[in-house]
């Protein structure tokens, strides 16, 4: 069974960091990329990271080089460090994995970035 459980959202403010954890069944972390998305309030959902088995890491162009995302198979989690953050990063962040043909969502965690 594909679970995915996200942690780690809170309220920052501008210029600060957070780190977001998800832990993944088994299944859904073994040989299985794995990433993030994110959703602002009244917007669609926006892709902003993944990462392959093999570690190759993709990030969206409004967050790279302030966004790193890791994962730790010991674990089975998948990180994702946000510095620099601001205000526009505001968002419910969602992470997923690709597995036999369908993506998996965790139950998103909220973060907020004040001005």
């Known amino acids: 069974q594909v679970q995915l459980v996200e942690s780690g959202g809170g309220l920052v403010q501008a210029g600060g960091s957070l780190r977001l954890s998800c832990a993944a069944s088994e299944i859904a972390f073994s040989r299985n990329p794995l990433g993030w998305y994110r959703q602002a309030p009244g917007k669609q959902r926006e892709y902003v990271a993944y990462?392959?088995?093999?570690?190759?890491?993709n990030y969206a162009d409004s967050v790279k080089g302030r966004f790193t995302i890791s994962r730790d198979s010991a674990k089975r989690t998948v990180d994702l460090q946000m510095d620099s953050l601001k205000p526009e990063d505001t968002a419910v962040y969602y992470c997923?994995?690709?597995?036999?043909?369908?993506?998996?969502w965790g139950q998103g965690t909220q973060v907020t970035v004040s001005s």
């Open positions: 997923y994995a690709d597995h036999s043909g369908r993506r998996y």
């Open positions: 990462i392959t088995s093999g570690s190759s890491t």
